[in-house]
């Protein structure tokens, strides 16, 4: 009798509900959680088929399973146990995981079921699917919502660029009169002019064509903004270019008493788009030139390093503070704005210079210190990016 | 003495290409749009035509398509003047005809250089 109490203590402390059925599928023991769990009273169930706890529907599938289970009896664990739906007294289904052990006794064939009720695991999972739902959808939703953010972001650049490019075209067609007629006028073919007219001429002249310098700038800017800035590389003699852009840049130069100075050692032909090569130096030149007081000196230094041509803008003016060697190079960007100096220009020079180096696959930097003068060094492969890229 | 024709829509820019032209010697006729451009062109027989490429309706292509198809104007040096200075804009001009290209603003030695460089 004190075995049987606690075999039965043990049996009705176990969390899982606990059955067996003997050879016919009748129950012939259950736990009190079983009782709890389906809602019946032990003697309701005892004897009776454990297929009174399944699903009408699912009754003669379990049978068949039973009569196979008898010949090929084999103990389920937990882990590996069916997933099934048990049904209640009242008819209420659930959730349950099933272990099976089959045990031969005198008494005959029998089986224990371990039952566990899922209906809370089934429920977390089923909010963790929902929570991951939830997210996958809101991740897609901010998606989206960036995806049409960035195309509204680039519209408005493509627009805005648009808008540059034919503001640009607008505003040299009356500067085209401007220029033209001032020019004529100073030609003094209609007509002589006093001193100080041709004076005034020559102001009308020098702006319009500041302004034109601005406009392009501008223009320049936008192209690069909008990627539509396309290199043309060719091969030509650097040193011919620096010659070249010296000339362009050298009245200017001696309007303001300053000496040139060049060396260069670039002995091969060098690939890029020779325009645009001109426009770097002329940019660096005439900044060199405009941030260094009367009588000073430039410098320009070209060499081959490596598969590089560096070339090295010197002059003996300002300098920039260390803490501008980097924002220099940004757009609106003036030294000036900082450092009793000259203000003139977009404040785009320094920043199209850049790019223009940085599309050619080079690199620039500064080297200065206020009052100490200063260096732009910038590189250009010997051979065009793109060319490379086609394996030419 | 060339006949030079200029088309433009704005007088200023007709009158100073005139100016430059006449006193390099030149007989200089205006057109104020693409289709007058085209109606002087044959009346005229020009030497020589400056086309302004933005012009309101037939603009500087439409008036070069129409011309060289006129055997007259097979030949007939035709410089493209624009204010725009998008890069391919030269070569577009080039593949639609034009045998010369300036841009606005013009230089007047620029332009007087292209002239006799076509004229010659």
């Known amino acids: 009798m004190l075995l049987e109490k606690r075999f039965r203590e043990l049996l009705d402390a176990a969390p899982d509900a606990i059955m067996q059925v003997d050879a016919e599928g009748r129950i012939i023991l259950l736990n009190r959680v079983a009782e709890d769990m389906f809602g019946y009273s032990r003697d309701e169930l005892m004897g009776r088929p454990v297929e009174a706890l399944i699903p009408q529907e699912l009754h003669a599938r379990h049978v068949e399973h039973r009569a196979h289970y008898r010949q090929q009896p084999m103990t389920r664990t937990m882990g590996s146990g069916l997933a099934l739906e048990a049904i209640r007294k009242d008819g209420s289904r659930f959730p349950v995981e099933i272990s099976l052990s089959p045990s031969e006794s005198a008494e005959g064939f029998r089986v224990t079921a371990i039952i566990r009720d899922t209906t809370e695991r089934r429920t977390a999972e089923e909010r963790l699917r929902k929570v991951q739902e939830d997210y996958t959808q809101r991740l897609a939703e901010a998606n989206a919502e960036l995806e049409m953010t960035n195309r509204e972001l680039e519209r408005a650049n493509r627009l805005k660029s648009e808008f540059l490019a034919s503001m640009s075209h607008e505003l040299r067609t009356p500067l085209h009169t401007i220029i033209g007629f001032s020019e004529l006028l100073a030609e003094k073919l209609e007509g002589p002019l006093n001193e100080k007219q041709m004076r005034f001429v020559q102001h009308i002249h020098k702006d319009a064509l500041h302004l034109l310098e601005l406009i392009n700038d501008v223009l320049d800017i936008s192209k690069i903004e909008a990627d539509r800035l396309e290199l043309r590389p060719e091969a030509f003699d650097f040193t011919a270019l620096i010659a070249e852009s010296l000339a362009s840049v050298r009245s200017l130069a001696d309007a303001k008493s300053h000496i040139l100075e060049t060396t260069s050692n670039v002995p091969t032909a060098i690939e890029a788009d020779r325009l645009r090569v001109k426009q770097i130096l002329v940019n660096l030149l005439s900044n060199a030139i405009k941030f260094t007081p009367e009588g000073g000196r430039i410098g320009l230094e070209a060499r081959v390093q490596d598969s590089f041509v560096v070339v090295s803008v010197s002059d003996t003016g300002i300098g920039i503070p260390a803490e501008e060697h980097e924002s220099i190079f940004e757009k609106f960007h003036q030294v000036g704005a900082t450092t009793k100096g000259v203000r003139e220009g977009t404040g785009l020079g320094l920043a199209i210079t850049k790019r223009l180096v940085e599309q050619h696959g080079g690199r620039i930097w500064v080297q200065s210190k206020p009052q100490q003068g200063s260096t732009f060094l910038f590189t250009l492969p010997l051979e065009s990016a793109e060319r490379k890229n086609q394996g030419a | ?120």
């Open chain 2, 1 to 120: 003495m060339k006949k030079v024709l200029v088309a433009d829509d704005k007088d200023t820019g007709r009158e100073l290409v005139r100016t430059v032209l006449e006193k390099a010697g030149h007989e200089v006729f205006e057109a104020s749009d693409g289709e007058a451009a085209v109606v002087e062109a044959l009346r005229i027989q020009p030497d020589l035509i400056i086309l302004d490429i933005h012009m309101p309706g037939l603009d500087g292509f439409g008036v070069i398509e129409k011309l060289r198809r006129e055997a007259a104007f097979l030949h007939t040096p035709i410089i493209a003047l624009t204010a725009s200075a998008m890069m391919g804009d030269r070569e577009r001009a080039m593949a639609a005809g034009f045998t010369g290209y300036i841009t606005k603003p013009i230089r007047l030695d620029a332009l007087r250089a292209e002239v006799e460089r076509l004229l010659a």
